[in-house]
C-alpha cells in the first residue's frame, strides 16, 4: 500500500524488503544518517521507524555496528498456514514499558463510582452528544484549567476530543493548508505526522536544553509548536523566553502538564500569550485506556468551528463522568496524591541508578538510558540511542527489584558504558504520547 507520508512510506519500504526477503537475514541496513539523507526524514524519525521494526522482530540493533535484519523466514505470503507461523513472544519479567500506568495509580473506586451514576442518569445518554464536547464537562475543564493551570477561559472556547491527535487534526482544519509549522527536533512524531497529514511544513528548529535558540525564532514560519510539560531547567527557561513568543502564534501542547512532582508546580504558557492554543490530555493522569484531551482555541478559530461538520468525538459517558470526576473535587485531589507518588518513585529510581546518565522524562514518567540496553526479559522502550524506563507500570512493592534487577542487567551500547563528554541525550526520541 502506497502512503503519501513519507514516514510510512520509509517504514513499509523496509518492512516489505524485509519479507519478501530482498533483505536477508543478518544483512546490514543503510546507517541512520543515511536513511536521513534517502528520505528527508528527521533523525528522529528515523530512529522512531527502526524502534517500530524492533519491536516487530524483523531489525535487530548491534553496538557500535548498526541495524541488521533479524534471522527470521522472510513472510512470503498473508496466507502462510498458522502452523508454520512462529509463536508469540514471552511475556517480559520485567514490564517497564512507558505506554501502561499500574492500577494502584488510579483512585478506580472513585471513578467507577462516577461512571455508574452517569450510568443511572440515562436521561442524559440518549443522543449522540455535542460535537464540541459535553458542556458540563467543559464548564468542568474551564474551572479547572485555571485553578491548576491558571489558564482564564470558558467553556465555548473548548474542544473535547480523544487524543491530542485527533485535535490537531481539527486544529489544521481550521487554521487552513499550507502553514509552516516551527518545532523542535525531538517534537512527538505523532504531531508531526498530523502536520504532514494536513500538508504542513515543518520546520526544525535548533534548541538548547532551555528549548527552541532565540535566534531560530526569527526564521519565517506560521506557528510555533511547543511540548512544554518538562522538567528543571525548560520550566525556567519557558518563563525567561515567554516574551520571545508573545508576538508568535503558539500551538502548545501541555502533555499531563499537571504532573511537575520535580520541577514544581508552573502556569500555562498559553496563559500569558495573546494568540495561542492550549492541548492537555489525561493519558497519564487517568488511564490510558481512558481516551479524553482537551484544546482551548482564540475566539477567531472557535468561529471558525461549525459543530454541525463533526460529530462527537469522545465517548459521552466518559466524558460525563468525567466532569463528575472535576466537580467532586476528586481529580485534583488525585493530582496531589500522584506528584506525591511519583516523587518517592523517581527518587527510588534514580538513587538506584546512580552513576549511569540517566535522564528523567517527567511528563512521561519514566528515565531514560543513553548508550546502554537490557536483554529481551526486560520490557522497556528501546530506540538507537538506548532505553527508556517506566517508573509507572509496575506496582509500588515490585519497583526497587525491578529497577536493582535493571541496574545489574545493563549492557553498554559503546563498547565502555559511557557516554562521551558533551554528547547529550535529547528527550521525546520514540516520538513522545504516541496514545496521548
Known amino acids: 500500500m502506497k502512503h503519501s507520508k513519507k514516514y510510512l512510506q520509509l517504514y513499509d519500504t523496509l518492512y516489505h524488503d524485509i519479507q519478501s526477503g530482498a533483505l536477508q537475514p543478518g544483512r546490514r541496513l543503510p546507517s541512520i544518517r543515511e536513511l536521513v539523507r534517502r528520505s528527508g526524514l528527521s533523525q528522529t524519525t528515523v530512529e522512531h521507524t527502526l524502534a517500530l521494526l524492533q519491536d516487530e522482530g524483523l531489525v535487530r540493533s548491534v553496538p557500535q555496528s548498526g541495524s541488521f535484519v533479524s534471522d527470521i523466514a522472510p513472510r512470503l505470503s498473508s496466507l502462510q498456514p498458522e502452523s508454520e507461523s512462529r509463536p508469540p513472544a514471552p511475556e517480559p519479567r520485567w514490564n517497564l514499558q512507558t505506554n501502561a500506568i499500574h492500577p494502584e495509580l488510579f483512585d478506580m473506586k472513585l471513578w467507577k463510582r462516577c461512571l455508574r451514576e452517569t450510568l443511572e442518569d440515562s436521561d442524559g445518554l440518549a443522543s449522540y452528544g455535542d460535537s464540541r464536547g459535553e458542556q458540563r464537562l467543559r464548564l468542568a475543564l474551564s474551572e479547572y484549567l485555571y485553578r491548576l493551570r491558571r489558564l482564564r477561559t470558558n467553556p465555548d472556547s473548548i474542544l473535547v476530543g480523544p487524543s491530542y491527535q485527533t485535535l490537531l487534526f481539527i486544529l489544521t482544519t481550521l487554521v487552513g493548508p499550507r502553514q509552516t509549522v516551527a518545532m523542535e527536533h525531538h517534537a512527538p512524531v505523532l504531531a508531526r505526522q498530523a502536520f504532514e497529514q494536513a500538508g504542513w511544513t515543518i520546520m526544525e528548529l535548533e534548541s538548547d536544553e532551555y528549548g527552541p535558540l532565540p535566534e531560530e525564532l526569527k526564521k519565517p514560519f506560521d506557528c510555533l509548536y511547543l511540548t512544554t510539560a518538562c522538567t528543571g531547567t525548560k520550566k525556567k527557561a519557558l518563563r525567561a523566553r515567554q516574551d520571545l513568543y508573545r508576538n508568535l502564534f503558539v500551538i502548545e501542547d501541555d502533555y499531563n502538564g499537571e504532573l511537575t512532582y520535580v520541577s514544581g508546580a508552573r502556569n500555562a504558557l498559553s496563559s500569558r500569550l495573546p494568540q495561542s492554543v492550549y492541548i492537555g490530555s489525561f493519558s497519564r493522569v487517568l488511564l490510558p485506556s481512558i481516551r479524553l484531551s482537551c484544546m482551548v482555541l482564540p475566539p477567531s478559530l472557535m468561529k471558525r468551528f461549525d459543530p454541525g461538520l463533526y460529530a462527537p468525538m469522545a465517548s459521552r459517558i466518559e466524558q460525563l463522568a468525567l466532569a463528575r470526576y472535576i466537580s467532586s473535587g476528586g481529580l485534583e485531589r488525585h493530582v496531589r496524591r500522584l506528584n506525591r507518588q511519583y516523587r518517592d518513585r523517581c527518587q527510588t529510581v534514580l538513587s538506584i541508578l546512580d552513576g549511569y546518565p540517566v535522564l528523567l522524562d517527567e511528563a512521561y514518567l519514566c528515565v531514560e538510558i543513553a548508550g546502554w540496553t537490557l536483554p529481551p526479559e526486560f ?58
Open 379 to 436: 520490557g522497556c522502550t528501546r530506540t538507537a540511542s538506548g532505553i527508556r524506563l517506566s517508573f509507572a507500570s509496575v506496582a509500588l512493592d515490585r519497583l526497587e527489584p525491578a529497577f536493582l534487577a535493571v541496574r545489574d542487567a545493563l549492557e553498554p551500547l559503546d563498547g565502555t558504558g559511557r557516554l562521551s563528554s558533551g554528547v547529550e541525550f535529547q528527550t521525546g526520541e520514540t516520538g513522545g504520547h504516541a496514545v496521548g
